[in-house]
DNA sequence: GTCTATATTATGATAGAC
DNA sequence: GTCTATCATAATATAGAC
């Protein structure tokens, strides 16, 4: 007999064992890429047997795509909280504070940029299944963003695509930080850069705060 | 006795091997970075085998040095035939074709950002070699001319480095050439669209060409 | 749920024939 | 200069003890 709780599968322990791999595999397949990483590589860092990734997560793919779920899910809930507080303020306003929020999001999480970068390239299983779980609502969501406001805003026409690019594309600065430490000889996530930087991406993608006539 | 012809290290067969074995390894290289890449795949792609790269390189990371010569080579060749057709133009044209010029060659040659990518997240012996190499010296040229273009135009102090990674980052779209499509519905290679992004981005950087009061 | 042991394949590099 | 043969190591994944 089973008594109530039929399905146990929110235990603390497997939650934690779980959480840790998922944070060690983030870093390394950022770093290495899905075949450059390895499996040992991962439970190493996480401090488990490599074998206990296969008893979670089956395969090396399924540790893959349950790593892109936690990391995608944070932004997106990051992307939600920062809207909710912003109820009743203007658009250019919100959408001017979610672009700075994405870039900071960025910053603290350099994986992020790396993963999409290491799957976007060659078309492949991974890209399509990333696509349609989570890149796609993302540049979607950024896209919405500021193609309209661009227009309230009686900017100059743009390619959405190519915007949302540059945004995209401007993020890779915080996953570089070892060479950029070497150009600029400074921490690339220090709040301050973080903050300068991410004023001019966004100056450069609405116009200033001033707005444009 | 050994005649006139010392050194035969020109000769027509190992320039062509080496030359294919060198374009193999960009394309995988650029893809699954330097632990994803396996010489066995380089080879195979090469149409050579595997051993052969031995009698070549020595070792898999003499091949990654090659393959960076080569690539940065082809860079640094193009900035300067343009720059040489450039002559008497003043700078801010000058700067504005030079930056275009750069996006079309990433445009044509994706490897590069992903190249650059791929090292720059983490210190590394390789970060350290490609950088005094030349990513140092790419990374100077362009803030060595975006930095002074923008004063004489009068545009608002911004940190160079951070504008040249503007740059760096918004070539990373020509990098993720499948994910891009599935996004845009175009081909990133597309002249039509090289060009709009590529004027768009050089009006972000330096204003639009009729300059700024 | 986590471990040990192991099967199988792929990897980078070397030795030596031609 | 390119090949075949081979070695030592590291990879993913499975089986089974506890």
Redesign the pocket.
């Given at each position: 007999m089973k008594d109530a709780s039929e399905a146990?599968?929110f235990?603390v322990?497997?939650v934690r064992?779980r959480e840790q791999i998922e944070l060690a595999a983030l870093e390394i397949f950022a770093e290495l890429g899905f075949e450059g990483?390895?499996?040992?590589?991962i439970a190493a860092r996480a401090g488990?047997?490599?074998?206990?990734l296969?008893?979670?997560y089956?395969?090396?793919?399924g540790l893959w795509k349950a790593t892109a779920d936690r990391l995608f899910g944070a932004c997106r809930e990051r992307f939600e909280q920062r809207l909710a507080g912003l109820e009743g303020v203007d658009e250019a306003t919100q959408t001017r504070l979610l672009l700075k929020e994405y870039l900071v999001f960025c910053s603290e999480n350099p994986e992020l940029a790396r993963f999409m970068m290491q799957v976007g390239a060659t078309p492949s299983e991974r890209l399509s299944w990333l696509y349609e779980h989570h890149t796609r609502g993302l540049l979607e969501l950024v896209a919405n963003r500021i193609g309209p406001t661009r227009k309230a805003l009686g900017l100059a026409d743009a390619d959405v695509h190519h915007l949302t690019y540059l945004l995209m594309g401007a993020s890779a600065m915080f996953s570089q930080r070892a060479e950029y430490e070497m150009v600029a000889g400074q921490k690339v996530d220090d709040p301050d850069v973080v903050a300068r930087f991410a004023d001019l991406v966004v100056e450069m993608l609405l116009g200033g705060p001033e707005g444009v006539g």
């Open positions: 146990p599968r235990d322990r497997t064992t990483a390895s499996t040992r590589q488990v047997k490599q074998q206990l296969s008893y979670h089956k395969n090396k793919l």
